[in-house]
């Protein structure tokens, strides 16, 4: 599956712990948040311009 485009804004939280990052991101149209594991197996890449990251993640992660 293509890459999904998530918004960084309003701005992310990032959880930094000794075995895994979290980073809490808004769902866009939602006052839900999702915690992504930051791994190189998710994140495919980040437009800093627009404040937007590009992940390919499991499917159900984002309807927890």
């Known amino acids: 599956t293509p ?3 998530l918004s960084l804004f309003p701005y992310p939280t ?3 712990s000794p075995g895994q990052h979290l980073l809490e991101v ?3 149209g ?3 948040t999702v ?3 930051v791994v190189d ?3 495919e890449g980040v437009d800093e311009a627009d404040r937007c990251i590009f992940v390919n993640l ?3 992660l ?3």
Do not use: T, V
Request: hydrophobic share 40%.
């Open 41 to 43: 197996e998710f994140l």
């Open 35 to 37: 915690l992504i594991p």
């Open 14 to 16: 990032l959880f930094r």
């Open 3 to 5: 890459p999904r485009p």
């Open 26 to 28: 808004a769902r866009e």
């Open 30 to 32: 939602s006052d839900k």
């Open 58 to 60: 499991p499917d159900g």
């Open 62 to 64: 984002l309807d927890l």
